[in-house]
């Protein structure tokens, strides 16, 4: 896929690993962070072509990690993919103040993660 570069987000080392599998094998450049903090970092050093953040992890959560993106990069290209539960959902209007961002609820189907990268990047120049 042209090297797009995926930055999966998540405390769970068996998403990380299953989710990332899934789309390497699709043809994307993989990477993981285990929580918000190391993510902002390495989105800080080279952004992503697209966020796959959980919500609730150690350090800094993925609800504080779109947020200060949205603040100090109001720029950005890249798409937030937020992985949650229904109830997570239900209680995150916050999301809507994040431009570039939409939910995919938990659990997360690989085939279908991966389907929506390449409708993304479809229709994203």
């Known amino acids: 896929m042209d090297g797009k570069t995926i930055l999966i987000v998540d405390d769970d080392l068996h998403v990380k690993k299953i989710l990332g599998l899934s789309i ?10 285990a929580n918000g ?8 050093e080279q952004p992503p072509d697209v966020l796959i953040t959980d919500i609730e992890m150690p350090k800094m959560s993925g609800k504080e990690l779109c947020l200060t993106i949205e603040r ?3 720029d950005r290209k890249f798409l937030i993919i937020v992985m949650t539960s229904i109830s997570e959902r239900d209680a995150s209007s916050w999301i809507r103040d994040v431009t570039k961002a ?9 085939k279908r993660v991966v389907a929506r990268l390449g409708e993304y990047f479809q229709a994203t120049p």
């Open 24 to 33: 390497g094998r699709a043809g994307y450049v993989v990477q993981t962070a």
């Open 102 to 110: 939409e939910y995919m609820e938990k659990p997360l189907s690989p």
């Open 37 to 44: 903090m190391d993510a902002l970092t390495m989105i800080r």
């Open 72 to 74: 100090d990069m109001p």
